[in-house]
């Protein structure tokens, strides 16, 4: 079984900095990918960045990179220079080897300060 | 190339209702992906379906919650004789093969039972 744990429930930076969001991960699985999502206020699930586990760097998407670290089966999500439309609601979630469905983690508000 | 399409987005049934969830994949996508997500809390697999086939349902209350993926038309997730506690957020993700690198979800449709 599958298992994603966000530690923690509430975040805030000030508008330009850069912050940390925790994800791990536990799986049995020997290949599988990594994802975070976006859900802002009116609730939609925005997609934002991808990490397979083989992939050998970490992937970057705009403002947005994942800090990949397989040993300690992490996948932190980076948000460089912080905007307050990035206040939302960040969603962690693996996807296992045979297919796409996704096991997600509890969340975590991130809240931007001006 | 219109996204995954949900309809309604809104719902509101009266305990004991049907309610009925319509779920649009991008075109070309065959394989699509059911999740609840109750308030405060993060998404939770229901089922996968491909083709008029349902290949994991693991995720399904075992009563009154059906789905099904026709060869023509939308997917439709189906809960019948609605309580308060099926009030919730449900979405529909869609992926072209079963092993995706991304996602795509539509909006959602908060279903509310009054």
């Known amino acids: 079984a599958q298992k994603i744990t966000q530690t923690q429930p509430g975040m805030f930076v000030q508008e330009k900095e850069a912050v940390t969001l925790d994800c791990t991960y536990d799986?049995?699985?020997?290949?599988?990918?990594l994802f975070w999502y976006k859900q802002p206020s009116s609730g939609e699930m925005i997609f934002l960045i991808y990490?397979?586990?083989?992939?050998?760097q970490n992937a970057t998407e705009g403002r947005y990179s994942l800090n990949f670290q397989k040993a300690r089966k992490s996948a932190n999500l980076v948000i460089s220079a912080s905007q307050l439309g990035d206040s939302a609601m960040y969603f962690c979630?693996?996807?296992?080897?045979?297919?796409?469905?996704?096991?997600f983690g509890q969340g975590t508000i991130l809240t931007v300060h001006p | 190339n219109a996204g995954v399409m949900q309809n309604p987005r809104h719902l509101v049934r009266r305990r004991g209702q049907e309610a009925r969830l319509r779920c649009s994949p991008m075109?070309?996508?065959?394989?699509v992906y059911w999740y609840r997500q109750l308030p405060e809390e993060g998404l939770k697999f229901m089922v996968y379906?491909?083709?008029?086939?349902?290949?994991?349902e693991s995720g399904m209350p075992k009563e009154r919650f059906s789905a099904e993926f026709p060869k023509e038309g939308p997917s439709i997730l189906r809960i019948q004789q609605v309580v308060r506690g099926d009030s919730a957020a449900y979405f529909c993700?869609?992926?072209?093969?079963?092993?995706?690198?991304?996602?795509?979800f539509g909006q959602g449709t908060r279903l509310t039972v009054v």
């Open positions: 993700a869609s992926s072209p093969t079963a092993a995706n690198t991304e996602a795509f």
């Open positions: 799986t049995s699985d020997p290949s599988y990918g």
């Open positions: 990490q397979g586990s083989y992939d050998q």
């Open positions: 979630a693996q996807q296992g080897t045979s297919y796409g469905k996704l096991t």
């Open positions: 075109k070309g996508h065959s394989h």
């Open positions: 379906l491909q083709k008029e086939n349902i290949i994991d």
